[in-house]
């Protein structure tokens, strides 16, 4: 069922809790921290602008980095709440702590239209205990709760599920902000109701890590193409010799399965019919593992199935771009999750970039087009088609849960409409 949208509440005058994801990178520099990517504060400013366009008192709950339940001052939001207040073009106070004396002060001098900066949340172990005295103390300064922290809502913690519970049993309400309202309506309605073809581009390290998607997209998609080292692992299951390709050996009876699966539901299951390879030589370095650090040298196009003991498969070849590509050219509806080879390296981009441009270009003939998270997000901001895309997930771990049609703790919380 659909989910309560903060557009749907009466927010005059009323204290709204609101979980937003302001973990954005920082750096130290000249010993102040100093915010490296600001995306994901401007990412929330739609929600907040209406917050303070209908008159709500605003008050702002995030985690940042992994302080585990200690202050770790170089994990302060205060940073986050300076830049807030210039992006906002108005005041925003911040608090240097999320409970407690101090909020509940500055929470009750605050008028219609202000906004507030807890510190963060993550200071306190109860937060990612879900301690329900802590969700209690945060829960007491607000009427209204609203979640738009879509990359921690697969996390069951205070500020994302617990406050929820408690401010709707006490008869207030629980939305959803407008960056999570949207990842519902891509992630969830469109993907259960795709206009078709659907075709669906699967890459990335690891089969394993994305074996239930997979699995899922199965029953949903017309075409399914794959890509990154997850392609080899299939590769390897029938038959084929991946020569020092990134596989999982032990995954290969999952890799079968999935391609009997697509076969007896008529899917059309593409995997490279070419490859970029390269050859691993040991640079004499360490990486922060302490392992020994591989140099990919002398790439090369790899044609057919087979990969020389003596090489690795870093990305998808020319003849497997334009295969995918026509594919992707008739479809009406994309969903693509993980790189087609090491994008991080420029020389082994061109298979990611090319899939990029393919999305793209289908998008600019009708079909909707749905990034899902992580890498393939970073990919197309790299390819600078960000806006040539419908949708762009904001959450990682959490797209790909909702992907898996898992129930996503900090989504069930919210009231349904
Ligand atoms: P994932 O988080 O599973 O989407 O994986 C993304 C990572 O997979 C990226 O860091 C890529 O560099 C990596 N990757 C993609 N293709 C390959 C490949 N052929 N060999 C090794 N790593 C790869």
Known sequence: MAKLSVNDLDLQGKRVFVRVDFNVPLEEKDGQMVITDETRIRETLKTLELLIAR??????????????????PSMSLAPVATRLAELLNRPVRFVEDCVGEAVEKAVAQMQPGDVTVLENVRFHAGEEANDPAFAARLASIADIYVNDAFGTAHRAHASTEG????????????????LIDRELKFLGDELDHPARPFVVILGGAKVSDKIQ??????????????GGAMAYTFKLALGAKVGLSLVEKDKTDIALHALAKAKARGVKFLLPVDNIVATPVDSGKKDKKGRPKMDLTQPRVNIGDNIPDAEEGVDIGPATAIAYAEVLSTAKTVLWNGPMGIFEDPRFAEGTFSVA???????????????GGGDSVKAINKAKLSDAVTFMSTGGGASLEFLEGKVLPGVAALQDK
């Open 213 to 226: 998607v997979i699995d899922r997209l199965i029953e949903k998609a017309d075409a399914i193409l794959i």
């Open 357 to 371: 441009r393919a999305v793209a270009a289908a998008t600019a003939k009708g079909a909707k087009s749905i990034i």
């Open 163 to 178: 406050v929820a519970r408690i401010v709707t049993a006490r008869g207030g309400s629980s939305a959803a902000g407008l």
């Open 55 to 72: 008159g709500a008192k605003t008050i702002l709950a995030s985690h940042l980095g992994r302080p585990d339940g200690q202050v770790v």
